[in-house]
């Protein structure tokens, strides 16, 4: 039985990967403003598509329905803050900075969510024609995994949480639950895991600069 897979979605989870990694490395140095670029572009698919929020993940029946994910989510994280906690690398902040800091890792964490299974997700099911694909789960975590480079904590934290996410997202399709699991446990694993072993949580050019002093050359 022959695949039928349509280039066009694959055509435009590709593009839009790339634009982000050369946004990463090159543009944002001299053109910030082109990170509109990116939502501005998968927004546009979905009308084009006439795709709703509910389509998305962002319907509150489905959040409803995956609350207990986020009491797993929030065991996770208390583990991870607990083995902070035996090991003596729990991150020094005060209340108000820890209630800001979540705060952000929600948003950021929505959007993330928004990214790898809103968009890049969806399409790559697109192409691939099923639904129920074992297939794209590994090949949008993979993608997420190297938008992280070369940073080889997030690298190997994307890539798992990165697939774990979009195999409930292929159940469940619930960004919100998504979302806030991910600034649950990536916030947890910033104040528990030491900046010699995360890099600062940095990714690109500014892990590159923090650990060699200067921009690589070569893309400048």
Known sequence: MRANFKLEPLA???GVFAFVMVFFWRLQLFHPWLATVAPVFTVATHMARREDIRWLGLGGKEFRAT??????????????????????????????????????YVVWGMFQQYLLNGFLA???????????????????????????????????????????????YQRYRSLYVLGIAHAMIAFALFLAVPDSISGHFLIGPRYVIDYCGAYPEWLL
């Open 122 to 168: 969806n399409r790559l099911f697109e192409f691939s024609g099923n639904s129920r694909s074992r297939a794209v789960p590994f090949a949008a975590a993979a993608l997420f995994s190297l938008a992280h480079l070369p940073n080889w904590f997030l690298m190997a934290v994307t890539l798992g949480g990165g697939y774990l996410s979009v195999r409930v």
């Open 12 to 14: 435009e989870a590709l």
């Open 67 to 104: 609350l207990p994910l986020l009491v797993a989510a929030g065991a996770a994280a208390c583990l991870f803050l607990a083995c902070g906690a035996v090991a003596g690398t729990i991150r020094r902040m005060t209340p108000g900075e820890i209630g800001v800091g979540f705060a952000g």
